[in-house]
């Protein structure tokens, strides 16, 4: 079946503790990216991936890091996380770029206390 | 600043009748725009696209209508059934470049 995996699904963490969301696709598609849902502002693009070792900054990439060694692997790492990271997490890919469909992983809840 | 906006928080409709969720953008670089479903606890699902060469777009009871002397778009559901309650985000960018921005995203209930 194919599909975008993320994990955790669910994580509270406390501030300053370093962690990392993982994501997998197994569809063999060159992009991904990595968005985060909060009320009001919707879906806001934090880094993206056009293949392995390309990565490039969306809109609100502060206080994140990703990687991207492996075609199917994106994740996303918190180095030291605060509270205004609490947020729903999510991972996609798409076949080329952004404007091709894009699939979206199940979400990471996340929260910084 | 949002580049995209989708001013409707949420809209609701009785079944079998027609749902419009409307966009707007300001960013007149923006040449490709799709709409995309999301159901509670899970990701968003694509729904139908547009290309700014192109004035409408059709599939099944979806479609959409763009409007580029407005910077306008918007997603008509004909006939609205109870199953297409969920959000629905409008997203804009340029067809192959590498960046999308989103709406905040309408809620659409459908009564039945």
């Known amino acids: 079946e194919a599909q975008v995996t993320q994990n955790p699904r669910y994580l509270i963490t406390v501030t300053g503790k370093k962690l990392t969301v993982t994501c997998s696709q197994n569809?063999?598609?060159?992009?991904m990216s990595w968005y985060r849902q909060d009320p009001g502002l919707g879906l806001r693009q934090i880094y993206y991936?056009?293949?392995?070792?390309?990565?490039d900054k969306g809109d609100v990439p502060e206080g994140y890091k990703v990687s991207r060694k492996e075609k199917r692997n994106f994740p996303l790492i918190l180095e030291s996380p605060s509270p205004n990271q609490t947020s729903l997490y999510f991972c996609?890919?798409?076949?080329?770029?952004?404007?091709?469909?894009?699939?979206f992983g199940p979400g990471t809840r996340l929260t910084v206390l | 600043d949002q580049q995209v906006k989708q001013n409707s928080p949420s809209l609701s409709v009785q079944e079998g009748r027609i749902s419009i969720l409307n966009c707007d953008y300001t960013n007149s670089m923006f040449d490709y725009f799709l709409w995309y479903k999301k159901y509670p606890a899970e990701g968003p699902t694509f729904l139908i696209s547009?290309?700014?060469?192109?004035d409408k777009n059709e599939d099944g009871r979806f479609t959409v209508f763009l409007n580029k002397s407005a910077k306008h778009l918007s997603l008509h559901i004909v006939p609205s059934q109870p199953g297409d309650s969920a959000v629905y985000f409008c997203?804009?960018?340029?067809?192959?470049?590498?960046?999308?921005?989103f709406g905040a995203g309408t809620i659409l209930r459908v009564k039945s």
């Open positions: 997203a804009a960018g340029l067809e192959y470049g590498n960046k999308l921005v």
């Open positions: 991936s056009m293949n392995v070792e390309v990565t």
């Open positions: 569809m063999n598609h060159e992009y």
């Open positions: 996609a890919s798409s076949r080329f770029r952004s404007t091709d469909t894009q699939y």
């Open positions: 547009i290309s700014s060469i192109k």
